[in-house]
Structures are given as C-alpha cells and as structure tokens.
C-alpha cells in the first residue's frame, strides 16, 4: 500500500552533520505514523526519532539534542537531521511507515551512515 524510499547516507567525520530524506508513494500521508530506526552489524534495530499517533515527536536518549526529526506532508516526505555525529551513529537506517487504521508496518530498505576518520 506505501513504498519508502530512504537516502542522504554516506560517510561523515566525526561532529559533522547529514540529513536523511524518506519519500513516500502512498497518499494521504498523515494517514501514517512515521520514525527512523537504526541497526548496526551484529546488533537489534532500534527506534532513532518518530512521530507519536498525536504528532508529538520521540527521540532515543542517544541522539536527543543531535538529531531532529521533521516531515514535508505537501511532498510525502520524512526528514532526520543529524549533527554532532559520532562513531556510534554508525548504522543503517531504516524509515517505517505504520498505518494510522491499523494493519502492518512498511519499511524501506535503508540507507547506510558512516561516521569516521
């Protein structure tokens, strides 16, 4: 019912910054709840930054204060601001679609993040 389609990943010294981008096919587009995750090799996917049923906005402790999520509903499109980068940030990123009727959630195919010197 909705494709996502993920990008603005790629390698970043440590302190600098990226912005994620995820488009969305399906609209109307506040019909879903939409976050980022993340996952690093040899580790379990874990909630980044999402939007609340209400609209209010979730952050992981780890990023709070670094990273800011945002959405364009005019373009169907998610945003995940992320500065001050650090090692640990590194991950693929994953954007998630949950359907504010219910039913399964869909999910990108995710975008790789490197943060080295």
């Known amino acids: 019912q909705v494709q996502l389609v993920e990008s603005g990943g790629g390698l970043v010294q440590p302190g600098g910054s990226l912005r994620l981008s995820c488009a969305a096919s399906r609209t109307p587009f506040n019909s879903y709840v939409m976050g980022w995750y993340r996952q690093a090799p040899g580790k379990q996917r874990e909630l980044v930054a999402g939007?609340?049923?209400?609209?209010?906005?979730n952050y992981a402790g780890s990023v709070k204060g670094r990273f800011t999520i945002s959405r364009d509903n005019a373009n169907n499109t998610v945003y995940l601001q992320m500065n001050s980068l650090k090692p640990e940030d590194t991950a693929m990123y994953y954007c998630?679609?949950?359907?504010?009727?219910?039913?399964?959630?869909?999910w990108g195919q995710g975008t790789q993040v490197t943060v080295s010197s």
């Open positions: 998630r679609a949950h359907p504010r009727w219910g039913g399964n959630d869909y």
């Open positions: 939007f609340t049923t209400y609209g209010s906005t």
